[in-house]
């Protein structure tokens, strides 16, 4: 029976012997069945941050359903208050079933996870030729700086769209030297929004020439004097 108040009619028949055998009666009996109280619980699932929701599904302890129903019986409707724009967390999955059969309770706190999205750099590190004699090249802090400064920030992409890493430049190789000389400098990338992204990809590299300065001179010898 399903949920609700049903009238069953109960056919009543004599079968002893004597006078009233064969006779029969029916009586009428009210029946109230009560709906089912049941738990379901929504499966973890978690995404990037930018990404649309995943669909939401459930799982019933063994014996929770009646007979041959199942969970797409339950017709539930399963919703969060995360969105797109969501910042990185947990968030719960909340959810109302139509059924008239179940009481149906939603287990679904802090079921969705929402991930930092990864970021792929996407831009190209670059710094001209200069020559000894630049006053970017007095020392190799001021060389470090010209290059940290043409080479702050760069764009970078996520499945969903796009936001910008920040680089900190260092040595990696060649020995300073004032007259000139070839030097690689490599960048630790760090998002600058380090609340909704993440970066694990490679560290960018970049060769930067100082140019010995070169000069002509010409000695030009007194005159001899006889």
């Known amino acids: 029976l399903t949920a609700g108040s049903h009238t069953i009619t109960v056919k009543f028949t004599v079968t002893e ?16 069945v009560n709906p089912k109280a049941i738990t379901v619980i929504v499966v973890d699932v978690s995404r ?8 939401f599904t ?5 014996g929770a359903l009646v007979g041959n129903d199942t969970i797409s019986d339950l017709n539930l409707s399963l919703t969060t208050s995360a969105d797109a724009s969501s910042e990185p967390g947990t968030y719960d999955v ?12 939603v287990d679904g706190a802090n079921k969705l996870t929402v991930t930092k999205a990864e970021l792929t750099l996407t831009g190209t590190p670059s710094f ?21 400064i043409a080479n702050s920030t760069f ?7 796009e936001s910008s890493l920040t680089a900190t430049w260092t040595l990696k190789t060649g020995t300073y030297d004032r007259k000139g000389g070839t030097y690689t400098f490599e960048a630790d990338m760090t998002p600058t929004d380090s609340t ?7 560290k960018p590299t970049l060769t ?3 140019k010995p300065v070169i000069g002509t001179y010409t000695y030009a010898p007194a005159a001899i004097l006889k």
């Not at 764009?155 to 769209?161: L, S, V």
């Open 17 to 32: 012997e004597g006078d009233y055998k064969g006779i029969e009666f029916t009586k009428d009996y009210t029946v109230v």
């Open 48 to 55: 990037e941050y930018g990404a649309a929701n995943p669909a």
């Open 58 to 62: 459930v799982t019933v302890p063994d």
């Open 94 to 105: 909340t959810g109302i079933a139509n059924n008239p059969n179940y009481i149906v309770t």
């Open 128 to 148: 001209d030729e200069i020559l000894a004699n630049d006053p970017a090249n007095e020392s190799l802090i001021t060389l470090t700086g010209a290059v940290q």
């Open 155 to 161: 764009t970078a992409t996520y499945a969903n769209g």
């Open 196 to 202: 909704r992204f993440s970066y694990s990809g490679p």
């Open 208 to 210: 930067v020439t100082v």
